[in-house]
């Protein structure tokens, strides 16, 4: 009996003790910016940031746990109560402060550029003149800068900061905008083919964000934060942060006259008012009928193609049960959608404003997705045509060709293609038209698949039928051009459809080497005004309005061509 009572009370002190510890501070930062956030090569979290984040929290007396975020979703990551602060070198500006909150600042830098070692360009003024091509960074100030002053130049969006430098290193773009100690580190590593303009462009400063709070919240803990960042200046730990982690940096800035990153004067600091949302948004009843007709050609293409045609009952009563099961699932779906959206509600800031000013932008990438997707279909129907004919000739080094391009096609991630095909197999050609280059690079993919599709349909007909249209007296071309082809189309076409359905989605994966499609047009948007869910439900529906109408003609056609075997 003692024993029992002995583990009931240390089992009662085991349950007070994990409620009285406090809750851990969650901070994201994206660990791919040394020497600021980075994984050091132990594996562990290094940088100025971890060591401020470490700081801090042993400050509020609260566990730290660090998450790994990409720098565009962490103003998403932190609206939504994923994570409780931003650390990750952000740029306070007045546009994302629309979205979140920001501590005092911590560091003072500015934009600068990268350019090749032979360029013309010698400061922001040449950018302003002619016509350059510029790559940014995605929902960098870099982008935002780029886009609102130089109006004249074609802007490459990327998504990481080692190909942004490889742009300009490869001349495939005439200058980089980014701030002055990425531009410089970059440029360290590509000595012998770029340039770096130091000179800042403009000023800007680093600080910690935080989210807004709702009505009645308490934000203490910003208060806490300025503290933090007050304590941790006047104690001269940012001095030694920059002498383990920036001495060489330093060195730079004192020779050019530039005040080192973390001299912050209390003049400097930021306002803490943002600019208010204009909430009037400018009418497009053209844009508003053009969607609003495209999404009820879906629902009703989605109705054909998710109804039973059962012929044992009237059909009359076969439409009965079809719409019945029709509105149990849209009602289902809108219940959903109800719940989820209530509960992020309570956290999320929502802002439909930035999305619908920029709707023609972001129409266009969809309108662009399509026409990329079919030419990459009519392009690998040859590959995959090619394929299969080389792979029946008498020619074995051909056959052996094509069987190998297949497998190791086949056997390689489609991102892996894109990047190493544009910027490995496509650089001697001199190929800068990523548009191009990726259509190119889905269909030369797509058509591994589509002639392993084609050489599995013809197998599937029957010996008997070849040596039947010989015995009548056909050659070989017109025995596979009247006989085997179309039977094979026939039953070919549900794959071939799914193919194509494939290469839409798969067209989004062209984002990574700046080409402006749907998924990059939408994903820049969302960059530049700070929204998250908002454009990713947009993109859920805008590749929605592509696939289901394809998936119905798929099946239209499947009906027309099918045939009793």
């Given at each position: 009996?003692?024993?029992?009572?002995?583990?009931?009370?240390?089992?009662?002190?085991?349950?007070?003790?994990?409620?009285?510890?406090?809750?851990?501070?969650?901070?994201?930062?994206?660990?791919?910016?040394?020497?600021?956030?980075?994984?050091?090569?132990?594996?562990?979290?290094?940088?100025?940031?971890?060591?401020?984040?470490?700081?801090?929290?042993?400050?509020?007396?609260?566990?730290?746990?660090?998450?790994?975020?990409?720098?565009?979703?962490?103003?998403?990551?932190?609206?939504?109560?994923?994570?409780?602060?931003?650390?990750?070198?952000?740029?306070?500006?007045?546009?994302?402060?629309?979205?979140?909150?920001?501590?005092?600042?911590?560091?003072?830098?500015?934009?600068?550029?990268?350019?090749?070692?032979?360029?013309?360009?010698?400061?922001?003024?040449?950018?302003?003149?002619?016509?350059?091509?510029?790559?940014?960074?995605?929902?960098?100030?870099?982008?935002?800068?780029?886009?609102?002053?130089?109006?004249?130049?074609?802007?490459?969006?990327?998504?990481?900061?080692?190909?942004?430098?490889?742009?300009?290193?490869?001349?495939?773009?005439?200058?980089?905008?980014?701030?002055?100690?990425?531009?410089?580190?970059?440029?360290?590593?590509?000595?012998?083919?770029?340039?770096?303009?130091?000179?800042?462009?403009?000023?800007?400063?680093?600080?910690?964000?935080?989210?807004?709070?709702?009505?009645?919240?308490?934000?203490?803990?910003?208060?806490?934060?300025?503290?933090?960042?007050?304590?941790?200046?006047?104690?001269?730990?940012?001095?030694?942060?920059?002498?383990?982690?920036?001495?060489?940096?330093?060195?730079?800035?004192?020779?050019?006259?530039?005040?080192?990153?973390?001299?912050?004067?209390?003049?400097?600091?930021?306002?803490?008012?943002?600019?208010?949302?204009?909430?009037?948004?400018?009418?497009?009843?053209?844009?508003?009928?053009?969607?609003?007709?495209?999404?009820?050609?879906?629902?009703?293409?989605?109705?054909?193609?998710?109804?039973?045609?059962?012929?044992?009952?009237?059909?009359?009563?076969?439409?009965?049960?079809?719409?019945?099961?029709?509105?149990?699932?849209?009602?289902?779906?809108?219940?959903?959608?109800?719940?989820?959206?209530?509960?992020?509600?309570?956290?999320?800031?929502?802002?439909?404003?930035?999305?619908?000013?920029?709707?023609?932008?972001?129409?266009?990438?969809?309108?662009?997705?399509?026409?990329?997707s079919f030419s990459a279909l009519v392009l690998c129907i040859g590959v995959g045509i090619g394929l299969v004919v080389g792979s029946r000739c008498s020619f074995r080094p051909l056959r052996y060709f094509c069987r190998a391009y297949t497998e190791i096609v086949r056997g390689s991630p489609l991102l892996v293609v894109i990047l190493f095909g544009y910027y490995v197999v496509f650089e001697p050609f001199n190929v800068n038209n990523k548009i191009f280059a990726g259509i190119l690079l889905l269909a030369l993919f797509a058509g591994a698949y589509l002639g392993e599709i084609l050489r599995g349909g013809i197998e599937s007909v029957g010996k008997t039928q070849f040596d039947s249209a010989r015995a009548v007296g056909f050659s070989r071309s017109q025995t596979y051009r009247h006989v085997i082809i179309p039977q094979a189309?026939?039953?070919?076409?549900?794959?071939?459809?799914?193919?194509?359905?494939?290469?839409?989605?798969?067209?989004?994966?062209?984002?990574?080497?700046?080409?402006?499609?749907?998924?990059?047009?939408?994903?820049?948007?969302?960059?530049?005004?700070?929204?998250?869910?908002?454009?990713?439900?947009?993109?859920?529906?805008?590749?929605?309005?592509?696939?289901?109408?394809?998936?119905?003609?798929?099946?239209?056609?499947?009906?027309?061509?099918?045939?009793?075997?």
């Amino acid at each position: 009996m003692k024993r029992l009572i002995s583990l009931f009370v240390f089992f009662l002190f085991q349950v007070f003790q994990l409620q009285a510890e406090p809750d851990p501070l969650v901070i994201g930062m994206e660990l791919e910016y040394p020497p600021f956030e980075f994984v050091a090569e132990d594996g562990t979290n290094d940088g100025v940031s971890v060591k401020m984040a470490k700081a801090l929290s042993s400050y509020l007396g609260r566990p730290l746990e660090i998450q790994n975020i990409k720098f565009d979703a962490l103003i998403t990551a932190l609206k939504s109560d994923n994570i409780d602060l931003i650390i990750s070198s952000m740029t306070a500006t007045e546009e994302r402060r629309k979205s979140i909150n920001f501590s005092d600042p911590y560091v003072t830098t500015g934009l600068a550029m990268l350019v090749p070692n032979d360029s013309p360009i010698k400061s922001i003024e040449d950018l302003m003149t002619g016509k350059w091509k510029v790559v940014v960074k995605l929902g960098t100030t870099g982008e935002s800068f780029a886009r609102s002053e130089l109006k004249n130049t074609t802007i490459v969006t990327m998504k990481q900061d080692p190909v942004c430098a490889l742009e300009v290193a490869q001349k495939k773009a005439d200058v980089w905008i980014y701030d002055q100690l990425s531009i410089f580190r970059h440029h360290k590593r590509h000595k012998d083919t770029t340039k770096a303009l130091l000179k800042p462009i403009r000023e800007e400063q680093w600080a910690i964000g935080l989210r807004k709070p709702k009505l009645g919240e308490d934000d203490s803990l910003r208060g806490e934060v300025n503290k933090f960042l007050k304590i941790f200046r006047e104690s001269g730990q940012f001095e030694e942060l920059a002498n383990i982690y920036l001495k060489e940096e330093k060195k730079l800035v004192s020779s050019m006259g530039i005040p080192f990153i973390f001299d912050v004067k209390p003049s400097q600091k930021i306002s803490q008012n943002g600019i208010e949302k204009n909430n009037t948004a400018e009418s497009d009843p053209w844009f508003f009928i053009g969607v609003s007709v495209l999404i009820l050609l879906t629902i009703i293409a989605f109705w054909y193609l998710t109804r039973e045609e059962d012929k044992s009952i009237h059909s009359h009563e076969s439409f009965s049960i079809n719409l019945l099961g029709f509105v149990l699932l849209w009602i289902i779906l809108i219940g959903v959608c109800f719940f989820i959206f209530s509960s992020i509600n309570r956290s999320w800031h929502w802002n439909w404003e930035g999305l619908w000013n920029s709707r023609w932008l972001i129409f266009s990438g969809w309108i662009r997705t399509l026409w990329i997707s079919f030419s990459a279909l009519v392009l690998c129907i040859g590959v995959g045509i090619g394929l299969v004919v080389g792979s029946r000739c008498s020619f074995r080094p051909l056959r052996y060709f094509c069987r190998a391009y297949t497998e190791i096609v086949r056997g390689s991630p489609l991102l892996v293609v894109i990047l190493f095909g544009y910027y490995v197999v496509f650089e001697p050609f001199n190929v800068n038209n990523k548009i191009f280059a990726g259509i190119l690079l889905l269909a030369l993919f797509a058509g591994a698949y589509l002639g392993e599709i084609l050489r599995g349909g013809i197998e599937s007909v029957g010996k008997t039928q070849f040596d039947s249209a010989r015995a009548v007296g056909f050659s070989r071309s017109q025995t596979y051009r009247h006989v085997i082809i179309p039977q094979a189309v026939r039953r070919v076409l549900p794959a071939v459809a799914g193919l194509f359905i494939m290469l839409v989605k798969d067209s989004s994966l062209l984002s990574v080497i700046g080409a402006e499609e749907f998924t990059l047009r939408t994903d820049s948007v969302r960059s530049n005004t700070y929204t998250g869910i908002e454009a990713y439900f947009l993109l859920a529906v805008g590749y929605l309005l592509i696939t289901i109408p394809l998936a119905y003609c798929s099946k239209r056609l499947e009906r027309r061509f099918s045939y009793e075997s």
